[in-house]
């Protein structure tokens, strides 16, 4: 594997010296018969037919293999040369016993100077026939496996997280309290050892914060419906919702001008704003309370408050102490200010 890598490059070392002289590049090394000619090898004609070509090869075959030269008691040099000169022999008979790779050869000895389409074509027959749809196929899943396990691995140390956490460990102990769980583990106290009673709690614990908790985002609990198969496999459908949502509200708030239900109003709230509808459910009551009193689903009313907001931002930044420092150093010239400090 080693070895025909270096071939490889030196392979193209070979080509790139070619397009500065290409008279001298005739024959490209670690391309069929290398710097020989494939015909020169077998000793025959470049018109010779298929049986001229296998009548050579079996001559020179015997000659040079293996166990015949071990046969005949050759020394150890001459059966390494032999072994050399028997592959570069079956490699002129595989390069000119098949009609295809034949003609490819004879226009790689016809063009010389087209180096990059023959390299081209040498090394594309070498690589293997693969099934694009395997490839996909395989690819895809392992992106979806990837997926899961990532999502789940981000899942489970949020929950771990959780379950050391005091605060949200006592408030799942007082949940298991007031269900009356926590009391029917301490009975069982007597029939078992600590660490199978610890175990238990955690595993109570854990139980009553994937129960209460609520988490979204980047660790929120993964869904098989979520990795890359299925999302590929429900497209349709999601294709489908998208055109029916559209149309029906086009129909409805468009044609028919029916008035917003709740969920309309935060679904535009979400568009104007430029935010996720997870992102909303995330917001405060005094925020919320805030967006649907403003009418933020007007899109008017949205880019008002938006503006608001930005101003808002400007003018806490120019008060803050730390920016006022900032812009001070910034003023003097900056991390690229030259000084002649003595320090």
């Not at 030269?69 to 022999?89: A, D, N, P, T, Y």
């Not at 490699?91 to 000895?109: F, K, P, V």
């Not at 001008?257 to 009551?285: H, R």
Request: hydrophobic content about 35%.
């Amino acid at each position: 594997m080693l070895a025909s890598y270096f071939v490889h490059i030196s392979s193209v070392v070979v080509i790139l010296l070619c397009t500065f002289d290409l008279a001298s590049c005739q024959l490209i090394p670690g391309m069929y018969c290398g710097e020989e000619n494939c015909y020169n090898v077998l000793d025959v004609d470049s018109s010779a037919s298929k049986g001229e070509i296998s009548k050579a090869y079996r001559k020179l075959a015997r000659i040079y293999h293996p166990d015949y030269l071990r046969g005949r008691g050759g020394s150890e040099k001459e059966i390494e040369e032999g072994v050399l000169k028997f592959h570069q022999v079956a490699t002129a008979y595989e390069t000119l016993r098949n009609t295809q790779t034949r003609d490819e050869y004879d226009y790689y000895l016809q063009h010389p100077e087209e180096y990059y389409y023959n390299y081209y074509r040498y090394y594309k027959r070498k690589m293997p026939n693969v099934d694009v749809r395997v490839v996909l196929f395989g690819t895809v899943t392992v992106i979806s496996v990837f997926q899961y396990i990532s999502w789940m691995t981000s899942y489970n140390t949020a929950i771990q997280y959780m379950v050391q956490n005091s605060k949200y460990r006592n408030a799942a102990k007082e949940e298991a309290k007031s269900r009356g769980l926590w009391v029917e583990k301490r009975k069982q106290k007597k029939f078992k050892t600590k660490e199978d009673l610890k175990q238990e709690e955690d595993d109570l614990i854990r139980s009553i914060i994937e129960e209460k908790m609520d988490i979204r985002g980047g660790y929120q609990k993964p869904e098989y419906s979520d990795v890359l198969w299925m999302q590929i496999i429900l497209l349709p459908y999601y294709i489908y919702k998208f055109f029916k949502f559209h149309i029906s509200w086009l129909y409805n708030y468009t044609i028919m001008k029916k008035e917003f239900t709740e969920e309309d109003k935060i679904y535009l709230v979400c568009k104007n704003l430029g935010i996720k509808p997870v992102a909303w459910d995330m917001q405060s009551d005094k925020n919320k309370y805030e967006c649907m009193n403003r009418e933020l689903w007007i899109t008017s009313n949205a880019k008002v408050y938006i503006h608001e907001k930005q101003e808002e931002a400007k003018a806490k930044m120019a008060n803050d102490p730390r920016m006022k420092r900032y812009r001070r150093w910034m003023n003097k010239g900056g991390p690229g200010r030259l000084t002649f400090d003595d320090d």
